[in-house]
DNA sequence: GTCTATAATTTGATAGAC
DNA sequence: GTCTATCAAATTATAGAC
C-alpha cells in the first residue's frame, strides 16, 4: 500500500491547487510538498496546466458527484433535506477549502461547469426538477408553506456550505481553532436541518 | 465631473484584482482595462501591491463596514435580522463580486482580518455581543424557539451572501443571465426574511 | 526515475525620450 | 503625464547526466 511517486505529486498539487486557486499556485510549492524535484513535474505530468486539469475534475467531482446522486433518491422531502445538508456538511468537513476552489476557478472560467459536468454526465435540470416536483407536491398537500422550491434549495445549500467559505472569517470573529469549528460543523448537520424544517413548517 | 487618470486606474484595478484576486491579477490587464500604459500604473502607485492594499482596504470596507452599523442599532430583534438582510443582499446586487474576493484573500492571508479589522476600528466581540443579547432576550421571554444565537447568525449570513458567490453556478443551473439574477436576488431580500422568521417561530 | 543545470516565458519594475 | 524600450525577477519548461 505504499504509493506511488505519481499518486504523491497528485496529492501534493491538490493541496496546493486548492489552498488558493491555479493562479496562486506555484509548480516549486508543490514539488516541496511532494518531497521531489521539480523537473518530475514535467516527467510525470506535461505541464502545469495538465496537472491542474486532473486535479479540478476530481475535486468537481468531490463536489457534485455525490449530491447528484443523493438528490435523485427516492426519499420524502424530508428525508431528502436531511440527507442533502448531511451529504454536503459531512463532505466538507473533510474537505473544508473545496467550495472556495470551486467558485475561485468556476468564477474565473465558468465553460468548466458546462465542461466537466456533462463530461460526468450530470444533467443540472435533471438534478433540479425531482426536488422540485417533490416540494409541489408537499405545498399542494398542505404539509408545508408555499415557497420557490428553486430557493428552498438554494437556502439548503447556503446552510450548508457557506460556512466552510467563511471559514477564516468565522473562525477569528468566535475565536474557534480548526478543531473546534469542525466539531461546530458537525453539530451543524441537525442544527440546519431544523432550522430548514421550521422555516418550511406552517404556522397557525 | 472628469475622472483623473488616478481615478481610471482604481477603478480598472478594482475590476482585475476583484475579479480573481491578487495571485490571477496582471498588471497589464490593469492597465489595458484602463486604456493606459503599464509604465504609467507605477508613476501613479509604486506597484502592485501597493495598489492592491489600497483596493482590499475599500472593499474591506465596503464588505464589514455598513453591517457594523447595522448590528449595532437600538432595533428590535425582528427589525434587526430585516436590517441586516437587507444591507448584505443590497450592497452584493451592487458588488456580486465582493464576497469571493474577500473569501479568496483572507483566506490566503487571514492576518489581513485582524490588520484591517484593528484599522477600522471594528471589534468582531462587539459586533457580535449585541446580536447574541437581544436573541437570548427573546428565546427567555419566550417569542422565538430556543437556538444558537451564533449559528443564527451564520444562518442569516450564509443565506445572504451565499447566492452571490454561487453566482455562477446557479446561473448555469437555473438559466439566469445577469439581469434575470439580479431581479432574482432583489425578490429574495423578502423571501430570506420570512424564511429565517419562520425558522425561529415557535410551533404548537 | 530522479536529479542538476539551463533555457524560455511571463510578469513586474525602471530609465529615459517626448 | 504619458509613452516606448529595456531590465530584472520570478516562474515554468526542457536537456541531458546519472
Redesign the pocket.
Known sequence: MTK???EIIMDAAIKVFTRGGY?A???????REA??????????F??????FNLIFEGRFKEFFGGLFKVMQSEDSLEEKIRKIINHEIGTLILHPDLPRFIAIEVASRPELLVEYGTKLGLNPRMLIARFEELTRAEIAKGNIRDIDPKQLLINIMSLSIYPFVAQPIIRVMMQMDPVMFQQSMERRKQEVFEFVMNAIKKHA
Chains 1, 2 share one sequence.
Open positions: 506511488t511517486t505519481e493562479a499556485a506555484r509548480t516549486s510549492d508543490i514539488a518531497g521531489i524535484n521539480r523537473a518530475l513535474l514535467h516527467y510525470y506535461r505541464d502545469k496546466q495538465t496537472i
